[in-house]
């Protein structure tokens, strides 16, 4: 099972935190040596050093000047914002609406070349029609308890998708059974999804998995929802957050898990099978 999605993120925080403990060592200076010189109390150095407390970019110059070490302070500082860009809250990325997360990704997906997904809830973004997309993005703009323009996002949400018809990349997408019979929107939109999985599913870029629910034998249970872009990104998503794994030995376990995941799918027409029974299934 995937290690905590959280780990990544606070692996890098406590980096961080391990840098600037190094710098105050190799000056030669205490902690409360330290807390005097940067005009702040003790226990603050402790909860930075600790990786309780994330530092400003002014803490970390304070730091490094008390340390005779201002030339590292901008590097550190990059370290500090790439650690805490890991772990990103949906509330704090979507506060005046979610049509601008939609675009946040699009240099991303052009840079992709092999993209590897799996939802285990929801059709992936990638494959969702309008409808569909709609009923997802007016839900999590409820429950996020932002402005809904989930019309706006669902529009933007299948601009980025087009990447799909684009060559120079490939696609792998994972998703188990029950996807095909929960209901987003009204059942028009979900006739429309589900007619659409069975288009894109044929086109030559898009390995369309499906796991059946009788799996027998299944040696791993549904996960989060999980996006791998080539072999350098993970992105998971939480109810509350995205979480961005960098870390290879990371990157190794999602992956490992993918490809168990990807054996226990079914493919062709067997996968096309069971889109055809869901459809049947909302009459």
């Known amino acids: 099972m995937p290690v905590?999605?959280?780990?990544s993120a606070q692996g890098a925080r406590e980096r961080v935190a391990r840098r600037l403990r190094d710098l105050r060592a190799d000056a030669g200076i205490t902690g409360t040596e330290l807390a005097l010189s940067c005009g702040w109390s003790h226990p603050k150095t402790s909860r930075i050093e600790n990786a309780r407390t994330p530092p400003t970019p002014e803490d970390i110059r304070l730091w490094c000047r008390a340390c005779g070490a201002e030339d590292q302070a901008v590097d550190i500082i990059v370290q500090s914002r790439e650690a805490e860009s890991q772990y990103v809250e949906w509330r704090r990325r979507v506060r005046a609406g979610l049509r601008h997360l939609q675009d946040g990704y699009v240099d991303l997906y052009r840079a992709t070349t092999l993209f590897r997904v799996y939802s285990p809830t929801l059709v992936p973004g990638l494959l969702q029609t309008e409808?569909?997309?709609?009923?997802?993005?007016?839900?999590?703009?409820?429950?996020?308890d932002v402005p809904d323009d989930s019309a706006q996002a669902a529009a933007a949400r299948l601009e980025r998708s087009k990447v799909i018809h684009e060559p120079g990349h490939r696609f792998t997408l994972l998703i188990e059974e029950g996807v095909l019979h929960y209901r987003l929107g009204d059942e028009a939109a979900m006739a429309a999804q589900l007619g659409y999985l069975l288009t894109a599913g044929a086109l030559p870029s898009v390995s369309l998995g499906i796991i059946p629910s009788a799996t027998p034998h299944r040696d791993l249970w549904p996960q989060e929802v999980f996006h791998v872009y080539d072999d350098a990104l993970v992105s998971v998503e939480l109810l509350s957050a995205r979480v961005r794994i960098t870390q290879p030995a990371e990157i190794v376990l999602y992956l490992k898990a993918f490809e168990r995941l990807r054996r226990m799918a079914?493919?062709?027409?067997?996968a096309r099978a069971l889109v055809v029974g869901a459809i049947e299934a909302l009459s």
């Open 131 to 144: 409808g569909y997309a709609r009923a997802v993005l007016s839900g999590s703009a409820r429950i996020l």
């Open 4 to 7: 905590s999605p959280s780990s």
């Open 266 to 270: 079914v493919y062709g027409a067997d």
